[in-house]
């Protein structure tokens, strides 16, 4: 399937799903990379090591710093998809160096947890 690239790179991994927006600010502990917003459908959930698609990031702007927390301690997604691709989202997988792209609604939904998918951040593609 063909996306939209806006951090290029290239990442091999699981799937792991949220249907919620993810605020990584609140939401995301930056030491261990598990979800720790209770009311989140991805609560307790490691993030690190996996493709993580999720609709789109929410909240304040200093979740990009968030982003590279969780890169900086090895606990950072190998590769992010969303159907939008906010500014602390992208501006965080920017300064992490984890590919983000784009995908259209028929495409993201077909994506499902557990699947191995590889990223091509670099020619816009998901395989």
């Known amino acids: 399937m063909n996306v939209k690239v806006i951090?290029?790179?290239?990442?091999?991994g699981t799937v792991l799903c949220a249907q919620k927006p993810i605020n990584?600010?609140?939401?995301?502990?930056?030491k261990t990379g598990r979800v720790r917003?209770?009311?989140h459908d991805l609560f307790g959930k490691f993030l690190g090591d996996?493709?993580?698609v999720f609709p789109n990031g929410v909240g304040s702007s200093v979740g990009a710093y968030t982003i590279y927390s969780l890169k900086y301690n090895k606990s950072a997604?190998?590769?992010?998809v969303c159907l939008n691709a906010?500014?602390?989202t992208a501006s965080g997988c920017a300064i992490s160096n984890i590919p983000l792209v784009v995908a259209e609604k028929k495409?993201?939904?077909?994506?499902?947890?557990?699947?191995?998918?590889t990223i091509d951040a670099i020619d816009g593609k998901i395989l």
């Open 7 to 12: 951090v290029r790179g290239k990442a091999n």
């Open 24 to 30: 990584f600010l609140g939401g995301i502990d930056k």
């Open 37 to 39: 917003d209770e009311k």
């Open 50 to 52: 996996k493709i993580l």
């Open 77 to 80: 997604p190998l590769a992010m």
């Open 86 to 88: 906010d500014i602390t």
């Open 107 to 117: 495409d993201y939904e077909s994506l499902k947890d557990g699947q191995e998918i």
